[in-house]
């Protein structure tokens, strides 16, 4: 077998030799049992990483054995041993050379996966440094870290958890356990500083609550010891547990541990209070206490005694327990040795401390709402209340068919209406000449106008006047914008003033139009009413004869043609024009010459003419 074939290992094993050959070429006969064992340990059959070991192991001793036979040789017998002098350079390999062959082989072969795979543990890969100071660093910090990051507790943590821990305790869920931080910013664990403890998130699951189980809240941590109970069924509960507790030390320091805010979610189901309480490890424990559950006949006696005595519902409905309630011969309330305790801690107290930190924790919500101490004996809240509404209709029903109709004192309204006739009406009052005038309405910043105000209340006063007068609304049958005209118009004064340009604005807006308009139908408003308003905005056919009549009647008055369309005759320059009611009444109008913005001008007539010449505008005709 040439050099080229050669294994890993018989390299190794070759590099041995090549050692050995070159510290010592006779070793002493006091070793040969030592070189027997290396090359017992270098056997055919030998892994790399045990052969380079070998080859380190051989080196370093023969390099010691040839050190010092050549001080022996050296130094005379009266003379102190020298210093051994540097050794010369050889065409032999050196020990460390020998042994650092070895590894590389170890590991090329291990590289190639001819032997089985060496089981490895990932490691985190350290942060980066500068110099050879920081790499140490960050490796002191990783070996402090992973010496003491799954350290369990020591017995004088807890002196009093004596017994082994239990292995058949379920561990909580993987995700609830510490994550150590990076190593580049752990620090060291010393008596010192010791690591700070850790809180685990909780382990309550809410959203699976329901009639028949309640999540609660973990309590936050009291700066200063206070009761746990302070109404008589919660210290009931709390009398309950110290009554049967055989050490008060541990009751002590389950106060402690409550005060403290160890006690996580509590989760309440029929016969069980479960919660997780943090300890002196970083796993918390589970912790549960029993009760038992009542049976269907004492549940049946207790709400046959709440039925009969309605003051113990109510008193339910504030949160608080009657005596009563509890006086009817069912065990509502525990006794001594009633609860029952279970921890995964390993104490073997009854109760351990975390046993007693859920008790005195569950006292207070039970201080909170009783109904908790009715779902532990195996009730929900809204069963109870549905159960208890409808015996007590039903009670409520019975006792009213055992009673009978009550004759109530008085007449009887059949009786009392039987052949009397009814006395006539009073007559009505009369009504007022007029409408009386409205309060004052003061102005306020921000507030409605007082002048509008006090139109509407003039106009309103108006309407119910003529309604009780005639007994109808005049203005009942406009509509929207008929009405804001009728309003606009109402407005005493002419011409558009400040506060006629706000009104004006306002009631344009309410009917969506534009203050021009409304100031042209307030025009033809006052001109007409609501006939001068249907002129102005609804043309017309009037039938031959009237209409007709009024061409001839403008020529005699030495008018000039006037142009006829629909309801109109508009004067030739274009600056008058006659329009025709359904009344009957001729209306005038003016515009600028050459343009067709009409408006009402004068006062309705049954004369073209005379309604004509009621124009201001003389020179124009």
Known sequence: MNAEERTPAEEAREALRAARAGASAEPAEGNSGSTDGLEQRAAPD??????????????????????AASEEADAGPDEPAAPPAPRPASTHPR??????????????????????????TPRPAPAPAEGHSAQARVARDMRSFLSTAFRMPDLADDPEAEAPPRTDTPEPPAEHAPTPPAPSTTPTRTPDHPAPPHHPSSMA???????????????????????????????????????TALDVNRLARGRGYADAGHVDAITVTPGLVLAYVRGSRPRPYRVQLRLRRL???????????????????????????????????????????????????????????????LCYQTARLLDADPFVLLLLR??????????????????????????????????????????????????????????????????????????????????????????????????????????????????????????????????????????AELARAVAAWRQGGLAGLTVLEEPWD????????????????????????????????????????????????????????????????????????????????
């Open 46 to 67: 030998a892994r790399p990483g045990e052969v380079a070991r070998a080859a380190l192991r051989a080196a370093v001793a023969a390099r010691r054995e040839g050190e």
């Open 95 to 120: 020990p460390g050379d020998a042994a650092r062959e070895a590894l590389r082989a170890a590991r090329r072969e291990a590289d190639r996966g001819e032997r089985r795979p060496r089981k490895t």
């Open 205 to 243: 699951t809410p959203h699976r609550d329901s009639e028949l189980r309640r999540t609660f809240p973990p309590f936050a941590p009291r700066p200063e010891p206070q009761d746990f109970a302070t109404t008589w069924w919660g210290q009931a509960w709390v009398d309950a547990l110290e009554h």
């Open 295 to 357: 049976s269907d006949e004492d549940w049946e006696r207790l709400l046959e005694a709440a039925v009969d005595s309605p003051a113990d519902i109510a008193a339910l409905l504030d949160k608080e327990l009657p005596h009563t309630l509890a006086d009817r011969g069912v065990p509502l309330l525990p006794g001594a040795g009633d609860l029952i305790p279970q921890c995964s801690c390993p104490d073997s107290g009854r109760p351990c401390k975390h046993a007693a930190a």
């Open 378 to 515: 195996g009730r929900g809240e809204r069963e109870l209340l549905d159960t208890l509404s409808r015996r007590s209709a039903a009670s409520a029903a019975r006792a009213a068919r055992e009673r009978g109709p009550a004759e109530l004192p008085g007449v009887r309204a059949s009786e009392a209406l039987a052949g009397r006739p009814l006395p006539p009406l009073p007559a009505p009052m009369p009504a007022p000449a007029h409408p009386e005038a409205p309060p004052a309405y003061p102005a306020a910043p921000g507030g409605p106008d007082p002048f509008a105000l006090d139109q509407l209340a003039t106009d309103a006063a108006a309407r119910a006047h003529a309604l009780l007068t005639t007994g109808r609304d005049p203005v009942g049958g406009l509509t929207l914008w008929q009405d804001a005209v009728r309003l606009a118009a109402a407005r005493p004064g002419s011409g558009l003033t400040a506060a006629t340009r706000r009104l004006y604005a306002t009631l344009a807006a309410a009917v969506d139009r534009t203050p």
């Open 542 to 621: 009037p039938p031959a004869g009237r209409f007709d009549r009024a061409r001839p009647q403008l020529l005699a008055a030495d008018l000039p043609a006037f142009r006829p369309w629909r309801n109109h005759l508009t004067h030739p320059a274009g600056h008058a024009q006659l329009r025709l009611g359904q009344d009957g009444l001729w209306y005038a109008y003016e515009s600028e010459p050459g343009h067709q913005d009409w408006w009402p001008r004068g006062a309705p007539d049954l004369d073209p003419v005379s309604a004509l010449t009621t124009l201001d505008i003389p020179d124009a005709l």
